[in-house]
């Protein structure tokens, strides 16, 4: 079993990578706890879950709703929480973003943590202290920075991920070994049999190695006011093509990492040669997606988070492993994305 710790002004999160679900309880109050997962991961393993009331929600990122905070808040209300309740995300990245929010603004604020169960948010929807629920067709435009006091990884858990969610977590996986760790990329890219395979030895390294990236990040920058926006590398173009295509998550941002490491190409800031790295380890791992940029990518882009005063902060790389943050306005955006799109047709 590994620790990892964050401290943050926000506090303390300890990080339990290769524990057991079944040690969970030694962690938690004796009462008062408040459960929030989903029905699958309730049918899974709710034998598993420790004392308290249970609440869950539809699965899927269709949940991600300011209604759906509303909803539960409501039910804690009626079940008696108060400031002193403590509450277990006991899920995936879904049920981390929406029990992290709601653990923000309940009775402003009370402790929480997460058991995390899927390989995308092992590897990072459960750590760093970001919550959030979308805004219509707008991913993560209302949330909140706290980070859970801790969260449990059990490796074991991953056996029961369907083959596209774990794909959808690998690429979380490749995204912090391509912004800060090559030797992990090459290992990864090496590993994708084993991952896909539910390996959890194998897994569990890589995921160790991954979120030992993370944590570097977030306990340099936690609110995201610089560094730590490399962790949004692929998120630009991903965020699009998820709304667009209803693709998981992490299938979505790797094919934006790919069209950012084009754009990196484009932009003179890398080498061809890299881009051709990147693409034939995200081929291999069944993440090189063919999506065509919708027309209007370059406005939905302008209302992200990432967008300033007309310009967008872009995660470019200057080689795999190796990022660098340019601000690239939306005509200088909409040429390459002519480019990018004209290219995609040809190819087709
Ligand atoms: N807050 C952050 O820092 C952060 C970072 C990355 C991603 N995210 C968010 O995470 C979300 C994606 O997370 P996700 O990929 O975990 O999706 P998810 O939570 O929807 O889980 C995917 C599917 O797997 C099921 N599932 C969960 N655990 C399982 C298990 N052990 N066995 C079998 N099935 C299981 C779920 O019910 C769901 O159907 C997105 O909304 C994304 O925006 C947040």
């Known amino acids: 079993m590994n620790r990892i710790r964050i401290n943050s002004p926000g506090g303390e999160s300890l990080i339990i990578l290769g524990g057991t679900v079944d040690d969970v309880v030694t962690l938690l109050p004796q ?4 459960i929030i997962t989903d029905r699958n991961v309730q049918k899974l393993y709710g034998k598993k879950f420790p004392p308290g009331e249970v609440i869950a929600i539809e699965p899927g990122e269709k949940s991600k709703t300011l209604r759906m905070v509303e909803e539960i808040c409501s039910k804690m209300l009626e079940a008696g929480a108060d400031r ?23 009775m402003r ?7 995390s169960t899927t390989l995308l948010s092992q590897v990072d929807a459960s750590i760093g202290g970001k919550t959030g629920v979308n805004l219509g067709e707008y991913k993560n435009t209302i949330g909140t920075f706290r980070q859970p006091e801790f969260v449990l990884c059990d490796h074991a858990m991953l056996t029961t991920l369907p083959e596209a969610e774990v794909r959808s977590g690998m690429g979380e996986l490749f995204k912090h070994a391509v912004i800060r760790d090559r030797n992990l990329f ?10 896909i395979a539910a390996d959890t030895a194998v897994t569990g390294d ?45 299938v979505a941002v790797a094919k934006g990492m ?36 919708p027309p209007d990518v370059v ?27 340019r601000k690239i306005s939306t005509t200088e955006l909409q040429a ?9 047709s040809q190819s087709q």
Not at 186 to 195: K, L, Q, R, T, V
Not at 265 to 284: I, P
Not at 299 to 325: A, C, H, P, Q, W
Request: hydrophobic residues 45%; charged residues 20%; aromatic residues 8%.
């Open 31 to 34: 009462r008062g706890l408040f």
């Open 84 to 106: 002193s309740s403590f509450i277990l995300g006991f899920g995936g990245g879904v049920v981390c973003d929406i029990a992290g929010m709601v653990a923000s603004v309940y």
């Open 109 to 115: 604020g009370v402790r929480h943590a997460f058991v």
């Open 186 to 195: 090459f290992d990864i890219s090496a590993s994708a049999g084993h991952i």
């Open 206 to 250: 890589l995921i160790l190695r991954a979120v030992r990236v993370k944590a570097g990040v977030v306990r340099h920058d936690p609110l995201e006011k610089g560094q730590r926006r490399i962790l949004n590398f692929g998120h630009t173009f991903g965020h699009v093509i998820e709304t667009h295509s209803g693709i998981p998550h992490g």
């Open 258 to 293: 790919a069209i950012a490491a084009e754009l990196s190409v484009w932009k003179g800031e890398m080498a061809h040669s890299e881009l051709r790295l990147l693409q034939t380890a995200l081929e291999k791992a069944g993440l090189m997606t063919c999506h065509k940029l």
């Open 299 to 325: 406005s939905m882009i302008s209302r992200d988070k990432k967008s300033e005063s007309g310009r967008v902060n872009f995660v470019l790389l200057k080689s795999v492993g190796r990022t660098v943050i």
């Open 336 to 344: 390459f994305v002519n480019y990018y799109n004209e290219k995609e």
